[in-house]
Each structure stands twice: as C-alpha cells, then as structure tokens.
C-alpha cells in the first residue's frame, strides 16, 4: 500500500504536514525549503521507497530511499523542525498557532503499529479543489 504525506504550510523555519491512514491524520514537521541543502533543507516532493532503519539514536523508524542528492533521510519521532536534519519528524496533533508538532513518541508508537515495513511514500503539496 502507497500513502501520502502531503505539505500543506511552508515557513521560514519550518514545514508542515499531514499523513493520513487507516482512519488516523499524523502530522509532520520538517525544516523549510532550501535548495535541498544536506541537513538544512526539506526533501524534494517525489515518491520515495521507504525500508526499515534503525540506529543506537534512532531505533526503529524508517529510511527513504534514493533521495535526490542526499543521504539517510528518516522518517522519527521529532516536535520541532530543529529535531531533524533533512528528515521527517512525526507527531499528533499540531501545536495550536505553531510551527510544530506534539506527542512525537506517540504517533511513531502508533504509526510502528500501522506501517508495513516497507512502503511507498509519495510527498506532495495540498492543492485546493
């Protein structure tokens, strides 16, 4: 199965989100758009295979594959654009008025339970209808 993470808030500090599956809306938060710039930059939109990744700092998440251009890319537990380099932070619900997240631990708990080990993601732009 394929899933969306779809862009719906571009800032000067950060980049919002919302992933929706199997009746639950996650919300991401990841660094603005800068070029794709390793470590400072948002990924580009595409579609990215997702595989399993886990490390002594970040256990048990996901890695997107054959980002343009850059390396390692995890989809983790993180509240604010700060937390990530180049990646996506995921959390539930938004902070109210903010640039972040909220309950970071909890979506990837949630999401673990929910997600395929390997998977498809397509990252996009919300476009009115």
């Known amino acids: ?12 500090s950060a980049t919002l989100g919302r992933l929706r599956l199997y009746g639950r809306t996650f919300y991401k938060v990841e660094r603005p758009w800068l070029g794709n710039r390793p470590f400072e ?20 998440v996901w890695e ?28 539930m619900p938004l902070a109210p008025g903010a640039w972040w997240v909220t309950q970071s631990r909890k979506a990837m708990k949630e999401l673990r339970g929910v997600l395929l080990p390997r998977f498809e993601l397509s990252v996009t732009h919300y476009i009115s209808e």
Do not use: W
């Open 1 to 12: 199965m394929d899933f969306s993470l779809i862009r719906f808030a571009y800032g000067s």
């Open 41 to 60: 930059s948002c990924i580009p939109e595409g579609l990215y295979l997702c595989e399993p990744y886990s490390s002594a700092k970040y256990p048990n």
């Open 64 to 91: 997107l594959k054959k980002v343009p251009d850059r390396s390692t890319i995890l989809i983790h537990a993180a509240n604010y654009a700060s937390d990530v380099q180049g990646g996506i932070g995921i959390g």
